[in-house]
């Protein structure tokens, strides 16, 4: 009896040792810079602002044979704001849009993926000045593959619209400001 205990220990261990073999865990690579979180929005309805995120940082982990399982995690530092105009980030980072010295930080974490061909819908709960709404994202599989340095990239992009006021952000720039548009890429470094 013990040694079919045995037996069924070594199997389920096989078994999930196999299972697991093709999931793979991702550190995003900001300290190379090869990831951005960047933002635009009409102004005015007469041109676009462009701005990005110079500091966050995350994990995802993504599996080729089930990419329905795909997670991620990610912490945005909203104090680092860059719209490449100073007085413009410092209303932008002010009480009226995103607080940053009450709500520092922004999170995303996901919840599900809805693979398709060469990419998905990613839904999860988006954090920012201290609201939580759930979001999707459109997700584009960018590629994957050994780096010049002996690891393993994979790569991501992809788009999502947050209304301002979901966010608690209400200020009145005119109908066509009224939404943000969200524009991510993604680069891991497999751990």
């Not at 929005?41 to 995120?53: A, D, Q």
């Not at 919840?111 to 939580?132: A, C, H, Q, R």
Request: glycine residues 8%; negative net charge; hydrophobic residues 35%.
């Amino acid at each position: 009896m013990k040694l079919f205990k045995q037996l069924g220990l070594a199997a389920f261990l096989t078994t999930a040792a196999f299972t697991n073999s093709f999931a793979a865990d991702y550190v995003i690579d900001t300290e190379g810079a090869h990831a951005s979180i960047n933002f635009e929005i009409p102004h005015l309805g007469y041109s676009m602002l462009l701005g990005r995120f110079n500091h966050f940082s995350g994990e995802f982990s993504y599996d080729e044979k089930a990419p329905e399982k795909a997670s991620i995690e990610v912490e945005i530092d909203t104090t680092s704001l860059d719209s490449n105009h100073a007085e413009r980030d410092k209303h932008l980072k002010a009480k009226d849009f995103l607080y940053v010295s009450k709500y520092p930080k922004s999170t995303f974490i996901s919840k599900s993926f809805e693979p398709s061909e060469n990419g998905g819908v990613l839904k999860g709960d988006l954090t920012l000045k201290g609201v939580t709404k759930p979001i999707e994202i459109a997700v584009t599989n960018i590629g994957a593959g050994d780096d010049p340095w002996g690891g393993y990239r994979r790569g991501f992009s992809g788009e999502t619209q947050l209304t301002l006021k979901d966010f608690n952000i209400d200020v009145d720039l005119g109908a066509a400001s009224r939404a943000v548009t969200l524009k991510l890429h993604v680069e891991g470094i497999r751990k």
